[in-house]
């Protein structure tokens, strides 16, 4: 009884260090990132205008409910920067599997044993040489082929010499490398006229409008027939795979309907962005056989029961990597119809970032550069390392394939990973954008690379409206906040599975 | 641990306080001044005249400095409001003046330019509307530019082209600019030479007696088919005849060279754009460049012939520590000096005309090259500069760039030259339409200028005059001049 209020007293005391301990933490929380918070979530709710209220003026503010949240949703704008996000999005799917082979090939280790001082002599020579070259051809043209082959040269032996790490730093250069100094690098990249992806590009379209030049009549059309055919192939090969799933009791039938959702939007699609309305108009009424075949076949058999949720995370990542090739076979297709008439004139290399239809693509494709070697790769890098041996073995003595050691075995124990990786991937892909547009773009050409993080800036800052920018903010929060939810409701089960 | 990690706060606490206690603007003698401007040598220059100017004339010095910023007004914005701006603020139109006073970050000057001799009927009359919101100066104007045409006359004379004349309408325009594309090309080649770099499609219609707002700046009136002729002009001049580069040409300049105004010039200097746009103000980054013969004409234009004007000027942040001393650059900027400066540099014209029609300015003695040039400029000033009109009923920075996005969807082939003027009309009235909404204050305001916009409709289309008073567009009230259409 005697020591309670010792022991109470220690009690504080601790408490008081503790809080002491959190105190600057606490404090950076609140002032930088809570009460902005809730400020902005205020903001939401008003006129605020920086006409109408900051430090200098001080009119009072009116409480507007949802005005601004209507008047988002009713502007054409915020449709098409969503729009731009989501487009800039599709490249998750093959950053992620840009990521997991580029984990693959480094987890090997190219090291050689033995005869490194040569190895080293030979890199050291290549980069002197390089050196040399540069500085005698200059930056032109034969110059930064020569360079370039002897860069790819010693970066192959430099492998060679200190094995996988060097490929691993590599890879991950872009990610650390400063954002802008990159963005700037891949404008000059882009550039139409003497940019080096043209430059690239020149001579391949010049024999590519050669070859197509003395293509059949109506190639055309074929080369768009046999686009559509495949992307129907496709969705026959996802509505199949998820019939049977269903059919086993491995899927439920919430992720059968969001993965129809997005395997039906190419498909929705086709007809509005297709190049030949007399022929894509038909595109979703052949789906539309395949999906009741599907559906005809699948209630033929006695369905094994299953929650309704079950298999969530392989539905939706198959569905969306089989939506992003369905999508790029529509673009193909559009491309491969209207091919001869360009070739005609000679096929010249996009504009990219200065053409609408060309700079998301353009940034999409800097965007996966920058994402395969990034935190994804160490991820699997380190999900990989943590793939029992024992399965390996097991699945090499029962006679699988290398394919069938990975599909069967590696790909399943990376399920967690992947699933982590997709979720973070999709929320960093709808609050992303805003430097790529900021520093190559300025969010043109007409829009076509504004997301929504850059449109939310603008907003605040280029017009002052404080309250409409941050209801935009908040609509993108929700948006996050649903995937977060998802990731909640369906992640461990998905990585149980 | 708690031993440690209260050492180390008390450590931080001590570094933090002695390094604000030793910051400059505490322990020097001398007030500091920030001054947000482009960082130039010129600024720089300008740094140390103002200190020499200071000990000329017995003041005390001052300490300033350069806070580099660009002409995007975000840095001035978010500096400003968040109560850290720089205490001299450089602002290039006077859309941005109105937008910044609207906000509450400058100083009324209007006492001091009052007592520095350089209120509104000091300097030219064109920049009064620039400088003043509401009838009260918040600016000084430190320059003046007018935008119209370089040509780079050595161009024109190798390709046995004579020079093109001082004003040219839309077809002169255009077959002189086949002329010079047929000459600079090989035949069968894409161009790769173009007869002017870009034209000014503000211009052009407002040539056509057209612009953006009405008469008292309450409606966008863009939905026109004299602006759609422009526009279908402009795509046919980059597009079809290629006398223009389009973006991606353009895009194309940034990898072969540049200068501080970018690529452009250098292009200009070689001979592979005949014609570019722009102030007087270039023509300080062209010496750089070496020698370009130069003679300097009007934008393409119908029946009204005017040009874009605007002034480079200073003002004072509401929330300055160091009022007094940034009232003495203010001062400087009044100065003779100052104008002498300017006129030496040739990097504006004079805010006040006087000085512009210094000899050595019309005809700098080092540069014979530039001979005749900077006449055409303040002439230009005088006679045909109109500013950007700018509502307050919409930002100009949300009107520009839905005029602008309208102008970029059509050239791109998104949409066609009616759908983007009528377009661009019905996104900036919904913004007058919302700016209502969430201002209700404006609303009084308002709907007196629609009363008036009426009455000035229905005299109109009765053919009578208009009382110039009644007119708020600044484009207006010098197009009804030119007109005749002014009540006496």
Redesign the interface.
């Known amino acids: 009884m005697s020591n309670l209020p010792l022991q109470r007293r220690r009690q504080r005391r601790n408490f008081i260090?503790g809080i002491?301990?959190l105190a600057?933490n606490l404090l950076g929380f609140l002032a930088f990132t809570l009460i902005p918070l809730l400020l902005s979530l205020f903001m939401a709710f008003s006129?605020w205008?920086?006409?109408?209220h900051?430090?200098?003026?001080r009119?009072p503010l009116r409480f507007v409910g949802l005005d601004q949240f209507r008047?988002l949703l009713e502007q054409k704008d915020f449709w098409k920067f969503l729009g731009n996000t989501l487009f800039l999005m599709m490249g998750i799917p093959l950053t992620i599997i840009g990521s997991l082979m580029a984990a693959i090939l480094l987890s090997q280790d190219f090291r050689v044993a033995s005869g490194r001082r040569l190895i080293y002599l030979i890199a050291g020579v290549l980069l002197i040489g390089s050196t040399v070259i540069l500085a005698l051809a200059g930056a032109g043209a034969t110059g930064m082929v020569l360079l370039m082959s002897g860069v790819v040269c010693l970066v192959l032996i430099g492998g060679m010499a200190a094995g996988s790490t060097v490929y691993r730093t590599l890879f991950y250069v872009p990610h650390f490398t400063a954002g802008v100094a990159v963005f700037l690098l891949w404008k000059?990249l882009y550039?139409?006229?003497?940019?080096p992806v043209n430059n690239f590009l020149a001579p391949i379209l010049d024999g590519l409008a050669g070859f197509v030049r003395v293509l059949p009549a109506h190639s055309d059309m074929a080369m768009l027939i046999a686009s559509r055919v495949l992307m129907l192939g496709l969705l026959l090969l996802g509505l199949n795979v998820a019939r049977k799933q269903w059919t086993q009791g491995d899927w439920g039938t919430i992720p059968i309907v969001l993965g129809l959702i997005l395997l039906g939007l190419p498909v929705w699609y086709t007809p509005r962005w297709g190049a030949v309305p007399a022929i894509d108009q038909f595109f979703p009424l052949a789906a539309g056989v395949v999906l009741l075949v599907q559906i005809v076949l699948a209630l033929r058999v006695t369905r094994m029961p299953c929650p309704l949720d079950e298999g969530m995370g392989n539905a939706l990542v198959l569905s969306a990597l089989l939506m992003t090739l369905q999508f790029a076979l529509l673009g193909l297709g559009n491309v491969g119809f209207h091919l001869p008439q360009m070739a005609a004139d000679g096929l010249e290399p996009p504009?990219w970032?200065?053409?609408?239809h060309w700079a998301k693509p353009a940034i999409m494709i800097m965007s996966i550069w920058a994402s395969i070697g990034s935190n994804n790769m160490l991820l699997y890098l380190a999900g990989l390392s943590n793939v029992p041996v024992e399965l390996q073995e097991a699945a090499d003595i029962d006679g699988a394939t290398r394919f069938q050691r990975f599909w069967h075995v590696t790909w399943p124990q990376l399920a967690p990973v992947t699933f982590f990786i997709v979720i973070m991937s999709v929320m960093g892909g709808l609050q992303g954008g805003f430097e790529m547009a900021r520093a190559m773009t300025a969010g043109?050409?007409?829009?076509a690379t504004t997301t929504l993080s850059y449109f939310v800036y603008t907003e605040a800052?280029?017009?002052?409206r404080m309250g409409y920018a941050s209801a935009i903010a908040w609509v993108l929060f929700a948006m996050v906040f649903l995937i977060t939810l998802f990731n909640w409701k369906f992640g461990s089960r998905y990585v149980n599975d | 641990m708690k031993y440690i990690f209260l050492v180390s706060f008390v450590v931080l606490s001590i570094a933090g306080i002695a390094l604000t206690l030793t910051r400059s603007d505490v322990v020097g003698d001398k007030p500091i001044v920030y001054w947000q401007t482009q960082p130039s040598p010129e600024a720089r220059n300008r740094a140390q005249l103002f200190r020499q100017w200071l000990a000329e004339n017995g003041r005390p010095d001052i300490d300033l400095r350069i806070d580099p910023t660009s002409p995007n007004l975000s840095k001035t914005i978010i500096q400003g409001v968040s109560g850290v701006g720089g205490d001299l603020i450089q602002i290039n139109i006077g859309a941005d003046l109105t937008y910044l006073q609207e906000i509450g970050i400058l100083e009324d000057l209007t006492d001091a330019a009052l007592e520095h001799g350089f209120d509104t009927s000091t300097f030219a009359s064109r920049a009064v509307s620039e400088t003043t919101v509401n009838g009260r100066q918040y600016a000084y104007p430190f320059q003046l530019y007018v935008l119209l045409l370089y040509v780079n006359k050595t161009t024109f004379e190798e390709l046995g082209l004579p020079l093109p004349p001082k004003q040219m309408n839309f077809e002169t325009f255009e077959r002189l600019g086949r002329e010079f594309v047929e000459r600079a090309n090989p035949p069968g080649q894409p161009h790769r030479r173009f007869f002017a770099e870009s034209v000014n499609y503000n211009t052009m219609r407002r040539s056509l007696g057209l612009d953006v707002f009405n008469e008292t700046l309450t409606a966008c009136v863009l939905d026109d088919a004299r602006y759609e002729r422009v526009l279908e002009l402009i795509h046919r001049w980059t597009y079809d005849l290629r006398i223009l580069p389009s973006a991606a040409d353009i895009s194309s300049f940034a990898a072969t060279g540049g200068t501080p105004f970018g690529p452009r010039l250098y292009q200009f200097k070689e001979g592979n754009i005949g014609i570019i746009g722009g102030g007087n103000y270039l023509m300080g980054a062209m010496r750089q460049l070496g020698t370009i013969e130069l003679a300097v004409i009007h934008q393409p234009a119908e029946e009204f012939p005017n040009a874009l004007f605007g002034a480079g000027m200073l003002a004072m942040y509401r929330g300055s520590k160091n009022k007094a001393a940034a009232y003495e650059f203010l001062r400087f900027v009044a100065s003779s000096t100052w104008n002498q400066s300017v006129a030496k540099v040739g990097d504006g014209i004079p805010a006040n005309l006087q000085y512009a029609y210094d000899p050595d300015f019309l005809d700098p003695p080092n540069y014979p090259n530039e001979a005749g040039c900077n006449i055409v400029f303040v002439e230009a000033v005088e006679l045909i500069g109109v500013p950007y009109s700018y509502s307050p009923f919409v930002p100009f920075s949300i009107s520009n760039k839905i005029d602008n996005d309208a102008y970029q969807q059509f050239m791109a082939g998104r949409m066609s030259a009616k759908d983007a003027a009528r377009r661009a009309t019905e996104l900036i009235n919904r913004e007058i339409e919302r700016t209502l909404r969430d201002r209700p204050a404006l609303r009084e305001e308002y709907e007196r200028r629609l009363e008036r916009q009426k009455e000035i409709d229905r005299l109109r289309s009765e053919g009578k005059p208009v009382p110039l008073e009644w007119i708020d567009n600044p484009f207006h009230r010098h197009y009804y001049q030119f007109k005749g259409w002014v009540a006496p």
């Not at chain 1, 970032?353 to 609408?356: A, C, V």
């Not at chain 1, 800052?461 to 002052?464: D, I, L, Q, T």
């Open positions: 260090h002491g301990f600057p006129n205008d920086l006409r109408l900051n430090i200098f003026v009119e008047t000059k550039s139409p006229q003497g940019g504009k970032l200065n053409e609408y043109g050409p007409a829009g800052f280029e017009n002052g």
